[in-house]
């Protein structure tokens, strides 16, 4: 036995370690890791481990581009579709402003919700929601 014991020190220590592997995976992998909180006892800690792809000479995210192109596409298909010509090529990350004179920014899309797909941040109170794509159609600038 060894009579190492995990405590607040060692986490620090660990998770300082891991960053420098971390920087490792982003230089030859294209792969960012990151860890969530940890929780602990003396003999074993666990923590969520996140991998994500990232665009080598920018560091974003490569998920946010499918998402991207997700949206415009769920825009300008179907029955009430926008003119391709008038939904911003970068529609992630625009803003648009809604009847009640807030101002949202589309941060996201999740093709796996039917209803509530585009998800939003206020711009004034940093507060997400989620919207139909029918909501985004209306405040779009045509």
């Not at 592997?21 to 929780?39: A, C, P, T």
């Not at 665009?55 to 769920?74: F, H, I």
């Not at 999740?110 to 029918?134: F, H």
Request: hydrophobic share 35%; glycine share 8%.
């Amino acid at each position: 036995m060894s009579g190492r014991i995990i405590d607040r020190a060692f986490l620090s220590q660990f998770r300082q370690d891991f960053e420098q592997v971390s920087q490792l995976f982003l230089e030859k992998q294209g792969v960012r890791l990151s860890i969530g909180n940890i929780s602990f006892d003396s003999a074993q800690a666990h923590t969520r481990l996140e991998i994500r792809v990232v665009d080598a000479d920018t560091g974003v995210p490569t998920g946010s581009k499918y998402e991207n192109e997700c949206l415009r596409r769920a825009l300008t298909t179907g029955p009430r579709a926008l003119p391709i010509a008038n939904v911003p090529a970068e529609i992630i990350g625009s803003e648009v402003e809604a009847t009640d004179c807030n101002r949202y920014k589309i941060v996201g899309y999740n093709s796996r919700a039917p209803k509530y797909c585009v998800m939003l941040e206020s711009t004034a109170t940093g507060r997400r929601s989620r919207a139909s794509s029918g909501f985004i159609k209306r405040f779009i600038a045509c």
